[in-house]
């Protein structure tokens, strides 16, 4: 394996070598930056100990790699917020628009997921205050900067990936936002700021299932009471084990979105003169 890298790797942009645990055979698939004579090529791996290799060779058409990609990820809306990319224009009318391009982070609104928390937050608008929101793991800051448009008021966005973070500052910059949003690096809610920052009137968090519940009770502790939880990024069959967790520190559950086989639960808090009702 190592031969083979070592006799490409000054040609190649791109190598990945395949062993089959059943015959052994060997699938070494290479991109070269120009054209190269398969008898040059035969000959670099024989020198490198293969003998007589089976090559085949295929010019790559070229390719707009970057309108390949935006093209795959056309605009959509979902309730009030119209979702796009730089490539695409404004939606024109008084939609809550949302400018997120696809790249590292998770969260352009294309998955069931986003798509679910951004309807719980479209149906919440009509009856929900919010003065302060919580975006756990926030991938883009989609859900952070649709709070922010939506009620005006500021949010704190988390993620724990240094990647998503640098990402969705550049969305709250690009969507006018930066100054109502606050992002942070954090494990959870270990950051200080989070804790302070609480009680939230909202709290917006598409991660996974495990995580939703290993972190029900730091969420139960900073929802203010009345609050309000979007949880996503879980199937049907995770979602009784989400609720069950939230509802065994007081929340109560009170809908829940079905998009395809995934699931986004809205729970809330009861104020304390309904107490656990």
């Given at each position: ?7 490409l ?12 645990a ?5 699938l ?9 004579e398969?008898?040059t ?25 970057v ?16 979702v ?25 609104g294309?998955?069931e ?5 951004l ?11 919010v ?5 756990m ?29 640098t990402t ?12 109502l949003?606050?992002?942070i690096e ?25 995580p ?5 009770p730091?969420l ?34 009170d ?11 809205i729970l ?8 656990g009702d």
């Open positions: 394996m190592a031969a083979i890298e070592s006799a790797e000054d040609h190649v942009l791109a190598l990945t070598i395949d062993e089959d059943v015959d052994g055979l060997i070494v698939k290479a991109l070269f930056a120009a054209p190269m398969p008898s090529l035969r000959a670099r791996i024989e020198a490198a100990g293969i003998q007589h290799p089976d090559i085949s060779v295929e010019t790559v058409p070229e390719t707009d790699w309108a390949a990609s935006q093209a795959s990820f056309p605009a959509f809306r979902a309730g009030r917020y119209y796009h990319g730089s490539h695409l224009p404004t939606a024109g009318d008084d939609a809550v628009d949302l400018e997120v391009d696809a790249g590292a982070a998770f969260g352009t294309e998955h997921s986003t798509r679910g928390c309807l719980a937050l479209d149906e919440l608008a009509e009856h929900h205050r003065d302060r929101a919580l975006d793991g926030c991938g883009t800051g989609i859900l952070a900067m649709a709070t922010a448009k939506t009620w005006q008021t500021t949010v704190v966005a988390s993620d724990i990936d240094p990647s998503a973070v969705a500052r550049a969305n709250t910059e690009k969507n006018a936002v930066g100054h949003v606050q992002v954090s494990d959870g809610y270990t950051h200080p700021i989070v804790g302070a920052s609480a009680p939230y009137d909202l709290i917006t968090a598409n991660i996974l299932a495990g939703l519940v290993a972190m029900a730091d139960a502790d900073c929802l203010a009471p009345g609050g309000v939880a979007v949880l996503a990024g879980l199937l049907s069959r995770q979602a009784d084990r989400v609720v069950a967790a939230h509802e065994a520190h007081s929340l109560i559950f809908n829940k979105i079905a998009l395809e086989d995934w699931r986004t639960l809330r808090r009861p104020t304390d003169k309904q107490g």
